[in-house]
């Protein structure tokens, strides 16, 4: 089967978040899977590490026209992990210091989605699947069926869209059907694409897709409802019968305590002993007192009400008179990221806020702390959790999406679990559960030391999930 995915960021060459890691990992796994793989990105020249520049090679280059513009597309590619990536190269739309957040981006990502398509034939590569990621590549469905129909290579391609965050659509006026991609307002007008008086992206792919993926099972049911389906329940509950939960999993080439080269230490779940030396070391190096019995708790995220840190900021205060030491890494909002300088100042020996995106800290905070905060308020999968669970920490979660379908709460009756969760989003909720996460590190470290070892010994790993994307490929056909 041949596939082509197409999407805005793929690790290890830039990305933003978990779209990215997924796109750094599922296309590997498959094309392991005898699969043939091409994976096609935009090519951010200031943002590819210079070590991936010097392995392009220049293919051709051609013009793609976005409504009355005339566009240059030059194409590059680089063969890695057995399959061959394809950069659409515009230096006007993507030699920018950042991916996302532009004045542009409906026009950015238009020219880009064409690009997808047109390519195709020029690099002789035309797919069974084209698998598309999130808006900036939702309207590839629609686009082939309405825009691109007349080539004859192009009719049986089949389509899958994947959800990795509803709340980011690609919502534009409806007149970016002609000025941006030369086509008529008829799909409009009939109501298809239209959505609150305007086109968007996703709703068009969710119409379109052949196949419909979310990145958790809890998530694909959740969106379905008013609370988390961002305005397009009605279509999602309509598209359910080609819809499909899939659990993110995460690259073990990457995140493996037992190679990693970012961490003070390697250890595995059979010779434990170098969580405490990663413990010690980042307690050393980020300047708190080394005390091994005092509970480490650590996060490693964007700073936003998305991720739940009002519940953390309300209670930190109250946190900290608890003998518990915390560490805090990420960037986001402004208050958030005051907030954290403050506590630095007011608990010198028990607060660490770095306002900072060290992918080099990050790996030494999952495999030095004991216990990981994700208390997101929508999380549709999230990865660091797993992450945290690989490298021997307990993840504390608010029981939503891929957090509710990959931590199992810790039960006082049986005393089982890989983690502890809450269900209502609600600080005090959050502190209690941080209190029951405490009492079971100090009174009962046996327990705690068994919950670990079940976390680092659960299957994470995309070799398994790539199962799962193979039958959803193969039962279109």
């Given amino acids: ?42 090519f951010y020249e200031k943002i590819m590490a210079p070590k991936f520049k010097t392995e392009l090679q220049d293919e051709f280059n051609f013009i793609v026209e976005v409504g009355w513009r005339e ?27 950042g991916i996302y957040g532009y004045f542009d981006d409906g026009e950015r990502f238009a020219f880009f ?47 899958v869209l994947s959800i990795h965050n509803l709340q980011f659509q690609g919502i534009y006026a409806p007149q970016i059907l002609a000025d941006l991609f030369g086509m008529g307002l008829e799909k409009y007008y009939d109501g298809t694409i239209r959505f609150n008086d305007c086109v968007n992206f996703m709703k068009a792919g969710l119409i379109y897709a052949n196949q419909i993926v979310t990145v958790s099972p809890t998530y694909a049911e959740e969106i379905k409802t008013p609370e988390f389906g961002e305005h397009l329940e009605a279509i999602l509950n309509q598209e359910s019968w080609h819809l499909t939960g ?74 900290l008179q608890f003998d518990v030491q915390v560490v805090v890494l990420g960037t986001g909002e402004y208050a958030f990221e005051e907030a954290f300088r403050y506590f630095n100042g007011a608990y010198s020996k028990k607060h660490r806020g770095i ?17 990981f905060l994700m208390p997101s308020a929508f999380e549709p999968c999230g990865l660091s959790q797993m992450i945290s669970m690989r490298y021997g920490t307990l993840p504390l979660v608010h029981e939503i999406g891929g957090l509710k379908d990959t931590v199992i709460p810790y039960n006082p009756l049986t005393k089982t679990g890989t983690g502890f969760g809450f269900v209502d989003f609600d600080s005090y909720i959050f502190m209690e559960t941080i209190k029951k996460a405490l009492k079971v590190f100090m009174e009962e470290p046996k327990i705690w030391q068994k919950m670990m070892a079940q976390g680092m010994t659960t299957d994470f790993s995309w070799t398994t999930r790539s199962n799962e994307y193979q039958d959803v490929y193969q039962k279109m056909f």
């Fill in 71 to 97: 566009q240059y597309c030059g194409v590059k590619s680089l063969k890695k992990d057995g399959l061959t990536y394809y950069f659409i190269d515009n230096q006007y739309y993507f030699g920018r210091d």
């Fill in 355 to 371: 306002i900072d995106f060290d992918l080099d800290l990050a790996q030494k905070i999952y495999a030095g702390v004991d216990l």
């Fill in 113 to 159: 989605q064409m690009a997808v398509i047109e390519v195709l034939e020029r690099i002789e590569f035309i797919p069974d699947v084209l698998h598309v990621n999130d808006y900036h590549t939702a309207m590839i469905p629609f686009l082939l069926k309405e825009k691109y129909r007349w080539i004859n290579a192009y009719a049986d391609i089949k389509t």
């Fill in 246 to 319: 899939i659990l993110n999993g995460i690259d073990y080439d990457v995140f493996d305590p037992a190679t990693d080269p970012h961490i003070y230490q390697n250890f595995d779940s059979k010779k434990p002993a170098g969580k405490a030396e990663n413990k010690a070391q980042l307690q050393k190096e980020l300047g708190l007192p080394v005390e091994k019995d005092v509970l480490l708790i650590g996060a490693v995220s964007r700073l936003t009400h998305q991720k739940g840190f009002q519940l953390l900021v309300n209670e930190m205060n109250n946190l």
């Fill in 1 to 42: 089967m041949k596939i082509v995915y197409a999407a805005a960021e793929c690790t290890p060459f830039f990305k933003t978040g978990g779209l990215g890691d997924v796109m750094g990992a599922l296309p590997k796994e498959i094309a392991k899977k005898g699969e043939e793989v091409a994976v096609i990105l935009p």
